[in-house]
């Protein structure tokens, strides 16, 4: 409720810290989801931030790698700062 609370307030922002695992398997935006009343409600006045997304840069693929870690984040609004 508290959470609710504040996002209701005008120029708030949520920072979303997201783990450089998998869309699906990323549970703080399911926590999100649930406390907030559902995406549609929060993820327009959310910023992204990922921690330790260097970990997973370890071959010459990597940009390639990259781009489809990043497609189903940014099929779902979530646009993160590395």
Not at 54 to 82: P, V
């Amino acid at each position: 409720a508290v959470l609710r609370s504040e996002m209701g307030k005008p120029n708030t922002r949520l920072c979303v810290l997201l783990e450089p695992v998998e869309f699906a398997t990323n549970g703080i935006v399911d926590f999100c989801d649930e406390s907030l009343g559902g995406r549609e409600k929060w993820i327009g006045n959310a910023t992204f931030l990922m921690t330790k997304f260097d970990k997973m840069l370890e071959d010459t693929r990597a940009a390639s790698k990259s781009n489809i870690f990043f497609k189903e984040f940014h099929e779902n609004g979530c646009f993160s700062y590395l």
